[in-house]
C-alpha cells in the first residue's frame, strides 16, 4: 500500500481545507475544521457518531455549502467550481446508494452515461468495473438482492466509473461483518494502488490502522489531533510492556512482584491469563529497565518480552477522554438510520 513515506516534500496536495464551518441550526457540526490531503495518500477521519465526518464530506464532494472556511480538491474550490470539482471526485456515502430495482450491470452503465461517457464507452466501462469487483455473476440480478458487501462493492464500483483523482468514502464498511470488511479495504487498498487520493471516514481503529498514511481525529466539529497514525500514537505516549514467563505459574507471583517494585510512576500490571502474560505501561526508558532488571532478580524465566505501541482506540480515549463508540448527542431522525455495529 502507498505509504505517505513514499512520497516527496513537495507532494501537492489533492484536498485542502481551511476554517470550515457548519451549523444546523444551533449545532455546530463544523467548527473550524483543518486538513490537507496530499496527492496518491489516504486520509483517514476518525470519529464518533455525530463528530462531523459526513457533514465534511459532503462539503468535500459539493452535496451542502460551507458557512464558512475554504475548501479545494483537485484544485477546484467547493463552492466557485462545484461542477468542475464533482468530474474529478467519487463518492460513497455512508448509506448505499444504488438504485435496488435495477441491476448491477445497469446501475454503473446509467452512472457512466450521465458521467457524459458515450454508450459504448458506458457499456464497457460497467462491463469493466463489474469484473473488477468481482460482480460479474450477479451482473444481471437487481442490486436489491445483492448481499450487504456486494453491495458495498458496488456502492464503489459506481464511484469508480468515472476514474476519480480524488475518492471519498464515508464509513465504508460500517455494519459488515469482518470477512466482508477485508475485501472491501482490499479493493480500496487496489484504488491508491491506482493512485487515486482517498479521503475516508471511519469509526473504526483497525480500518484506520488498515488503510490510511494519516489521520485526522475530529470530535464534536474540531479536529483534535492529527498526522501519521505512528506519531499519533507516540505523542498518546506509553508503551506497553507484555512478558510472558515460561512457566505460566509464575504468571501471578510476577504481577504481584512487579505491583510491588515501587518504580515512580509505574502504573498497575495486568494479567492476560489467556495469552499467558502479564501487562506493564512504561512510560520512560528507565522504568522499562527497571522491570526487566526486577523480572530477572527473580530468576523467572521468561519466553517472550514485547513492547507495544497504544492502539487507536486508547489514543482516541486519551484524546478526547471518552471512548470513539460513545454517541454524543441526538440526531435527527430523518436524517440518520440506524447501523447495526
Ligand atoms: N441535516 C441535518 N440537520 C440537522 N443536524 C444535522 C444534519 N446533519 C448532521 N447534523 C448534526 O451535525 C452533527 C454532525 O453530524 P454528522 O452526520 O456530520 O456526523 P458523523 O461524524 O458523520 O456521525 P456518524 O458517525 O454517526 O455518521 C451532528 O450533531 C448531527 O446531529
Ligand atoms: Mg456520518
Same mark, same amino acid.
Given at each position: ?27 455546530k ?22 463528530a ?64 457524459? @461517457? ?11 468495473m463489474?469484473?473488477?469487483f ?18 458495498r462493492?458496488?456502492?464503489l ?18 455494519? @459488515? ?18 493512485g ?35 506519531d ?50 512504561? @512510560? ?38 471518552h ?19
Open positions: 500500500m502507498t505509504r505517505i513515506d513514499d512520497y516527496p516534500e513537495a507532494a501537492k496536495s489533492a484536498v485542502t481545507v481551511r476554517g470550515l464551518v457548519k451549523h444546523y441550526g444551533r449545532t457540526a463544523l467548527d473550524g475544521v483543518d486538513l490537507d490531503v496530499r496527492e496518491g495518500t489516504v486520509m483517514g477521519v476518525l470519529g464518533p457518531n455525530g462531523g465526518k459526513t457533514t465534511l464530506v459532503r462539503i468535500l464532494s459539493t452535496l451542502i455549502t460551507p458557512d464558512a472556511g475554504q475548501a479545494v480538491v483537485a484544485g477546484h474550490d467547493v463552492v466557485r467550481q462545484p461542477r468542475q470539482l464533482r468530474r474529478v471526485i467519487g463518492l460513497t456515502g455512508q448509506y448505499a446508494s444504488v438504485d435496488e430495482k435495477l441491476p448491477g450491470w445497469e446501475n454503473l452503465y446509467m452512472i457512466g452515461r450521465l458521467l457524459d @461517457l458515450p454508450r459504448k464507452a458506458a457499456r464497457a466501462r460497467a462491463d469493466e463489474l469484473e473488477r468481482s460482480l460479474t455473476e450477479a451482473a444481471r440480478r437487481p442490486a436489491g438482492t445483492y448481499s450487504g458487501g456486494m453491495r462493492r458496488l456502492d464500483a459506481a464511484s469508480m466509473v468515472g476514474r476519480p483523482a480524488v475518492l471519498f468514502l464515508d464509513e465504508p464498511t460500517t455494519g @459488515l461483518d469482518p470477512r466482508t470488511r477485508n475485501e472491501v479495504w482490499d479493493e480500496v487498498a487496489r484504488m491508491v494502488g491506482d487515486v487520493t482517498v479521503l475516508l471516514t471511519t469509526q473504526y481503529m483497525e480500518e484506520a490502522e488498515q488503510l490510511a498514511s494519516e489521520l485526522t481525529v475530529v470530535d464534536r466539529g474540531k479536529v483534535i489531533a492529527g498526522g501519521r497514525i505512528e499519533l500514537k507516540a505523542t498518546v505516549g506509553g508503551r506497553t510492556l507484555r512478558i510472558r514467563p515460561a512457566d505460566p505459574l509464575h504468571l501471578r507471583p510476577l504481577a504481584a512482584a512487579l505491583d510491588e517494585l515501587g518504580v515512580t510512576g509505574l502504573a498497575t500490571t495486568t494479567v492476560d491469563a489467556e495469552s499467558g502474560s502479564v501487562l506493564v505501561p512504561v @512510560l520512560s526508558d528507565e522504568q522499562l529497565t527497571a522491570v526487566i532488571g526486577a523480572v530477572t532478580a527473580r530468576g523467572i524465566t521468561l519466553a517472550a518480552v514485547t513492547t507495544e505501541l497504544p492502539s487507536l482506540d486508547e489514543v482516541f480515549l486519551s484524546l478526547t477522554g471512548r470513539a463508540s460513545a454517541p454524543q448527542d441526538a440526531v435527527p431522525a430523518d436524517t440518520r438510520e440506524e447501523v447495526a455495529v
